[in-house]
C-alpha cells in the first residue's frame, strides 16, 4: 500500500535552516508529482509547494525565495529545504501524493521556529 514518511523536523532559530524528508512507497514514485503542506496550529492546512515527476517546482509565495523542493528518484525521497526560517514557519509538515482516484498523506513532521 500507499505510506509516505516525513523526518527531519524538530526546533530551528529564526534565520536558521531545516531539511524535511519524506521517503515514498507503494506506488511508482519517480512518475508521480509530490506536494509539501503545511499546518499550524489552529489554523486550515496549507499548501507549500510542489516538484512534478520532471522536476519542475512550484511554490507558495509564502515560501517562495527560502524554500526548496527536491527529489530523489533512485531513493524514493522528496525533499523540503527550509532556509531564513521564520516563527510563522512554525507548523506541522506533510508531505502528499495526488495519485489517480485519491491523494495520500504523511502522518507529518513538526517544525518550531523559535528563539
Known amino acids: 500500500q500507499v505510506q509516505l514518511v516525513e523526518s527531519g523536523g524538530g526546533l530551528a532559530q529564526p534565520g536558521g535552516s531545516l531539511t524535511l524528508s519524506c521517503i515514498a512507497s507503494g506506488f511508482t514514485f519517480s512518475r508521480s508529482t509530490m506536494k509539501w503542506y503545511r499546518q499550524a496550529p489552529g489554523k486550515e492546512r496549507e499548501f507549500v509547494g510542489f516538484i512534478r515527476s520532471f522536476g519542475e517546482t512550484f511554490y507558495a509565495a509564502s515560501v517562495k525565495g527560502r524554500f526548496t523542493i527536491s527529489r530523489n528518484n533512485a531513493k524514493n525521497t522528496l525533499y523540503l529545504q527550509m532556509n531564513s526560517l521564520k516563527p510563522e514557519d512554525t507548523a506541522v509538515y506533510f508531505c502528499?501524493?495526488?495519485?489517480?482516484?485519491?491523494?495520500?498523506w504523511g502522518q507529518g513532521t513538526q517544525v518550531t521556529v523559535s528563539t
Open positions: 502528499n501524493a495526488p495519485l489517480p482516484g485519491t491523494e495520500y
